[in-house]
């Protein structure tokens, strides 16, 4: 149980472009989902939460107009990159809340920006 | 004071030894205590958890250690493979405020054959 999936697993896109990553909690439901954004050998470092049927809170410095985060149900939320740049490219990973506490992360999305 | 110290930053172990990677708070209002496994290219999973109403949990050949006084909590691998290879973090929250993870540095642990 407790399964995460993410999709696209990698995407290649051109820069100015806008990118959608689709995060789903396959058999629970998720009211809070988190959205990461990892350099290589480098800590998960958080960019928003998402909680289902409100706003994203985001964090310090991680512009809210440019990671638009949708919670629209129990067990999806994406994340749209717009307008994407080569700074942009990353690994992006994102995690479901079950039950009190326990984040359970889905297998990441590989974004490369041309 | 929402910092989790992890340490050491790469481990080298020979397969059947143990791996022990420490990590410490400061917040005492944690109070869960997760440990996650990453290899390369894949989401962390999670590997095992301890509330601070505990000082120990074991899962196998994996071990947590927790130390409330000193906030400090360990991950012991016993009899480590090849296959424990992987990056670890140690992670802590506050599960009354929405779950949000501190997570630490990482330890990237290679196990020799």
């Known amino acids: 149980g407790a399964v995460v999936s993410q999709h696209p697993s990698w995407v290649i896109c051109k820069s100015g472009t806008s990118v959608k990553i689709e995060c789903r909690s396959l058999?629970?439901?998720?009211?809070?989902m988190f959205w990461y954004r990892q350099f290589p050998k480098q800590s998960l470092m958080l960019m928003a939460t998402?909680?289902?049927?409100?706003?994203?809170?985001?964090e310090q410095g991680v512009e809210k107009d440019k990671f638009l985060i949708n919670h629209a149900s129990l067990t999806l939320s994406t994340l749209t990159v717009t307008s994407a740049h080569p700074e942009d490219s990353s690994f992006y990973i994102c995690?479901?809340?079950?039950?009190?506490?326990?984040?359970?992360f889905g297998p990441g999305t590989r974004l490369l920006v041309l | 004071q929402q910092q989790v110290k992890q340490s050491p930053q790469s481990l080298i172990v020979q397969k059947g030894g143990i791996s022990i990677i420490n990590c410490a708070y400061e917040?005492?209002?944690?109070?869960?205590f997760p440990w996650y496994q990453q290899f390369p290219g894949k989401g962390p999973a999670l590997l095992i958890a301890?509330?601070?109403?505990?000082s120990e949990k074991k899962e196998g050949r994996f071990t947590i250690s927790f130390n409330k006084s000193a906030k400090q909590f360990s991950l012991h691998i016993m009899d480590s493979q090849p296959g424990d290879s992987a990056t670890y973090f140690c992670?802590?929250?506050?599960?009354?405020?929405?779950?949000?993870?501190?997570f630490g540095e990482g330890t990237q642990l290679t196990v020799n054959p």
């Open positions: 995690s479901a809340v079950l039950g009190l506490g326990t984040q359970y």
């Open positions: 998402s909680n289902e049927g409100s706003k994203a809170t985001y």
């Open positions: 917040n005492t209002a944690f109070d869960y």
């Open positions: 992670a802590a929250s506050i599960e009354t405020s929405g779950s949000r993870l501190t």
């Open positions: 301890i509330r601070p109403d505990v």
């Open positions: 058999d629970f439901q998720a009211t809070t």
